[in-house]
């Protein structure tokens, strides 16, 4: 079984040199491969892979599929090693997944979401000032939250106002301008935190009131707690459901489109920039927007509809 170990960690070496990062994969097949060892089975099988797939008996059909494909495209290179190897079938649990639609924050919302943040206790009130200027920076940028949260101090530019995205979903990197009032939002933040760590124990331009770098974990566990309080989260074990941090991001991107619609802007010729700015890897995942949120697919309509019958 040390075999199906060491092949695994061929696998992840091999994607992660091709720019995966493999975050939630990797865990998903060590688990795999745990299972494996259980059921003491030499080698990958079709029946143990869908048996494996779907044992989250209440998890959505969606999320086996999800599964079965991380595991199916390990098999197919594993069957390269290990002949007896079996790949499950491309259609065998043939459920997708589904985008939620986005929640649009409004302005109100968004307004008291980091006037409850700034209410966050704390010993030395570096807590507090942290997440209000993270949730501030996401608002103002659309970035995601790993990448504010993966910022090093020598990656924040605050003469020039550019912020050096490294820390990238897909590996790639990017240069992000940034308004003169969210300039001086960060400037406030790191002269504080500064003050507070003088010494600093690690490079990442937001930390904890310990000194370290805030994990996305509990940077979306604090932001949905707030959302809690401020209801827009149901009270429940747990943090609930409802509105999400990256929703903030879907939220600058819809409103940027919607902006440029109103103005009379060509879209699709500045669409690509937008693609750019948000690093979205295919300019699709932009086009995403435009079925996901009704205004501006009433709005694109309406485009197309001047074109037609203009002479």
Known sequence: MKKLEQALNQYLQVRRS??????????LLRNFVA???????PYITRKTALRWATRPAKAQPATWAQRLGIVRRFAIWHSAIEPRTEIPAAGLLPHRYRRKPPHLYSDEEVEKILRTTQQLPSPNGLRALTYTTL???LVATGMRVNEALGLDRLDVDLKCGILHIRRTKFGKSRYVPVHSSTVEALKNYAKVRDRLFPAPLVFAFFISEK???ITEWIARYTFAK??????????????GHGPRLQDMRHRFAARTLISWYRAGIDVERELPKLSTYLGHVHVNDTYWYLEAVPELLQLATDRLVQREVQP
């Open 18 to 27: 091709l720019g995966y990062r493999l975050r939630e994969p990797e865990g």
């Open 35 to 41: 299972f494996l060892q259980a059921e003491r089975a």
């Open 135 to 137: 949730f501030g920076l």
């Open 211 to 213: 000194g370290g770098r």
């Open 226 to 239: 707030l959302s809690q309080r401020i209801g827009l989260r149901a009270l429940a074990k747990g943090h």
